[in-house]
């Protein structure tokens, strides 16, 4: 079975512009999750959708935002980028067959903001 | 939030040695992961285990949720083990997971 993907891997983006980011889950996989990880903050959590939905949403300024489609494959977005995006973005997915579920993690997008 | 704090930060070995990480937790959990970072940034699965012991080549883990606190447990070390571990919580009010700093491991040959 494939594991989780992110295209593209590597990014390079100027001050003020957007980007896409995305990511497929683990067939089967319903619930996707989103993960930043810079040197000064460790990874934190961005978002997480399930059933096209978001149902959770980590301490994070409105530019950055999510989707997911039908398929389960997910998106994020991040708009007027800053210097301090540049980051490790991570996705996860998860069965979320019902709490506490297993996750695995994608191989990641490497986004530098200059 | 729940905190997840991970000890030592840092740990340098001799190949061949064994060694022992720490995670200690704050609250309540559904899930406790320990992940192996590689050197392009993946997360590498090592062990789901929010209670109990697991066992895997080299690699073990025990977590004991009463006490808030896993150990994971790599013997004779290889320098292909060097990188940082991280330990993950999902606390059971949310499906987020919460991570450590990470310890970075040194293995030297």
């Known amino acids: 079975k494939a594991g989780v993907t992110q295209t593209p891997r590597y990014l390079i983006k100027t001050r003020g512009q957007q980007v896409t980011l995305s990511c497929s889950p683990i067939s089967g996989h319903r619930s996707v999750s989103w993960y930043q990880q810079t040197p000064g903050q460790g990874l934190q959590f961005l978002f997480e959708?399930?059933?096209?939905?978001?149902?959770n949403k980590g301490n994070f300024p409105g530019r950055f935002s999510g989707r997911q489609f039908s398929n389960s494959r997910s998106e994020m977005n991040v708009s007027t980028l800053e210097l301090g995006d540049s980051a490790l973005y991570l996705c996860?997915?998860?069965?979320?067959?019902?709490?506490?579920?297993?996750?695995?993690f994608g191989p990641g997008t490497r986004l530098t903001v200059t | 939030g729940i905190q997840v704090e991970q000890s030592p930060p840092d740990l340098i070995l001799q190949e061949g040695a064994n060694s022992t990480l720490r995670c200690n937790f704050s609250?309540?959990?559904?899930?406790l992961q320990w992940f192996h970072q590689n050197p392009w940034g993946q997360l590498i699965n090592l062990f789901y285990?929010?209670?109990g012991t697991k066992q895997n080549g080299r690699l073990s883990a025990t977590t004991v949720a009463t006490e808030r606190y896993s150990l994971l447990y790599i013997s004779s070390s290889q320098t292909t083990d060097s990188g940082v571990y991280f330990c993950?919580?999902?606390?059971?009010?949310?499906?987020?997971?919460?991570f450590g700093e990470g310890t970075q491991l040194t293995v030297n040959p």
């Open positions: 959708y399930f059933s096209e939905t978001q149902r």
């Open positions: 993950a919580v999902e606390e059971t009010s949310g499906s987020r997971l919460t």
């Open positions: 285990i929010p209670s």
């Open positions: 609250d309540s959990v559904n899930n």
């Open positions: 996860a997915s998860s069965l979320e067959v019902g709490w506490g579920d297993e996750q695995y």
